[in-house]
């Protein structure tokens, strides 16, 4: 693959997720963080196109529900709903979301382009994939937007949308504090692009992650395919839009306790010296992003280094020793 096909690939991967009945996507690279709800600030002079303020590092950002933009009726919100950090070139704000779904490599030619669209449409573009439409969300129109002060929703009680019950509010309030307790991220406004960017997921009780440059596309569940004279650890093949791919079951590849297996089949996919793999894990968990000088040291083999984030040790995988041992066996298809 050239250099430019490598480029475009990277440019149009694109993380999607759940908001009431439809789904909706923003490219990867302007997403900074994922994370379970946290309780938000309310002042009471707050402009009515923002549902709340977090405290987020060294910064305090917006939050905004598209669905208000949209003219969707918005639901009560729960502990469950998930929170995105997106940045454009000037700021930084959240989403709220249903539900993360992955993340995927968009087709340029499935994509469509609305014709009508302005500088305050929250939807530019739309995309098809597995026969449901996919809505790409502008977060430039959402920066515009979000400087104007907007009073479409007075009639809206914002704070009435979140939990008041005990339970809720002590979770959320719990998230909130585990934000604001965060040390591994400083940032100030010219360091946005200084950072690395990864996906966490869980192996057994030990979190580890992959850096999001090998990474394809991300499926919480898949069909995979079993192979008879394959070795241990190789799950089988699954089919991923006609392409065949191999599905190792990292915690056999690794040597770890292999006893206990999901109900679901989360896999990352990921690609490395045009090879391309698919891994079995046990739970894939969020999106972050750290600043190299929080690795806590460098290692060789198939774990790379550790750092610890949000009070939690991650290790993360050599992709390129894992991708290069001979041990994988790929049989063309």
């Not at 009780?205 to 004279?229: H, M, Q, R, W």
């Not at 065949?244 to 915690?251: E, P």
């Given at each position: 693959?050239?250099?430019?096909?490598?480029?475009?690939?990277?440019?149009?991967?694109?993380?999607?997720f759940?908001?009431?009945?439809?789904k909706?996507?923003?490219?990867?690279?302007?997403?900074?963080?994922?994370?379970?709800?946290?309780?938000?600030?309310?002042?009471?002079?707050?402009?009515?196109?923002i549902?709340?303020l977090?405290?987020?590092?060294?910064?305090?950002?917006?939050?905004?529900?598209?669905?208000f933009?949209?003219?969707?009726e918005?639901?009560?919100?729960?502990?469950?709903?998930?929170?995105?950090?997106?940045?454009?070139?000037?700021i930084?704000?959240?989403i709220?979301?249903?539900?993360?779904?992955?993340?995927?490599?968009f087709?340029?030619?499935?994509?469509?382009?609305?014709?009508?669209?302005?500088?305050?449409?929250?939807?530019?573009?739309?995309?098809?994939?597995?026969?449901?439409?996919?809505?790409?969300?502008?977060?430039?129109?959402?920066?515009?937007?979000?400087?104007q002060?907007?009073?479409?929703?007075?009639d809206?009680?914002?704070?009435?949308?979140?939990p008041?019950?005990?339970?809720?509010?002590?979770?959320?309030?719990?998230?909130?504090?585990?934000?604001?307790?965060?040390?591994?991220?400083?940032?100030?406004?010219?360091?946005?692009?200084?950072?690395?960017?990864?996906?966490?997921?869980?192996?057994?009780?030990?979190?580890?992650?992959?850096?999001?440059?090998?990474?394809?596309?991300?499926?919480?569940d898949?069909?995979i395919?079993?192979?008879?004279?394959?070795?241990?650890?190789?799950?089988?093949i699954?089919?991923?839009?006609?392409?065949?791919?191999?599905?190792?079951?990292?915690?056999?590849?690794?040597?770890?306790?292999?006893?206990?297996?999901?109900?679901?089949?989360?896999?990352?996919?990921?690609?490395?010296?045009?090879?391309?793999?698919?891994?079995?894990?046990d739970?894939?968990?969020?999106?972050?992003?750290?600043?190299?000088?929080?690795?806590?040291?460098?290692?060789?083999?198939?774990?790379?280094?550790?750092?610890?984030?949000?009070?939690?040790?991650?290790?993360?995988?050599?992709?390129?020793?894992?991708?290069?041992?001979?041990?994988?066996?790929?049989?063309?298809?």
């Amino acid at each position: 693959m050239s250099s430019n096909n490598l480029i475009e690939q990277k440019k149009n991967t694109h993380l999607y997720f759940q908001i009431g009945e439809n789904k909706y996507a923003i490219n990867s690279d302007n997403i900074l963080e994922i994370m379970k709800l946290p309780a938000l600030d309310y002042p009471q002079k707050l402009p009515n196109n923002i549902v709340g303020l977090l405290k987020y590092n060294n910064f305090v950002i917006n939050v905004v529900d598209i669905r208000f933009y949209l003219n969707i009726e918005v639901p009560p919100y729960t502990v469950h709903n998930e929170l995105l950090i997106v940045k454009t070139d000037e700021i930084i704000f959240g989403i709220i979301t249903d539900q993360v779904i992955g993340i995927l490599p968009f087709d340029t030619a499935q994509m469509d382009a609305i014709p009508f669209v302005d500088s305050k449409m929250v939807i530019d573009s739309l995309y098809k994939y597995n026969q449901e439409t996919i809505f790409i969300i502008n977060i430039y129109a959402i920066e515009n937007l979000l400087k104007q002060h907007d009073n479409r929703w007075a009639d809206v009680d914002i704070p009435a949308l979140f939990p008041v019950d005990e339970a809720s509010r002590s979770i959320m309030t719990k998230r909130t504090m585990a934000i604001a307790d965060k040390s591994s991220l400083k940032l100030a406004s010219g360091e946005l692009h200084a950072k690395n960017k990864y996906i966490s997921f869980n192996l057994n009780a030990d979190s580890y992650c992959i850096a999001l440059d090998f990474v394809k596309e991300v499926l919480k569940d898949t069909s995979i395919t079993n192979v008879p004279g394959i070795p241990d650890f190789i799950e089988g093949i699954m089919n991923l839009r006609g392409d065949y791919i191999t599905v190792i079951n990292l915690k056999k590849f690794l040597g770890l306790d292999s006893s206990t297996q999901p109900d679901k089949k989360p896999v990352i996919i990921i690609k490395c010296n045009e090879l391309k793999l698919a891994l079995l894990i046990d739970k894939i968990n969020e999106l972050f992003e750290f600043q190299e000088s929080d690795l806590l040291e460098s290692g060789e083999g198939y774990f790379s280094n550790e750092f610890i984030y949000n009070e939690t040790l991650y290790t993360v995988l050599n992709i390129d020793k894992i991708s290069s041992d001979k041990r994988i066996i790929i049989t063309d298809m």
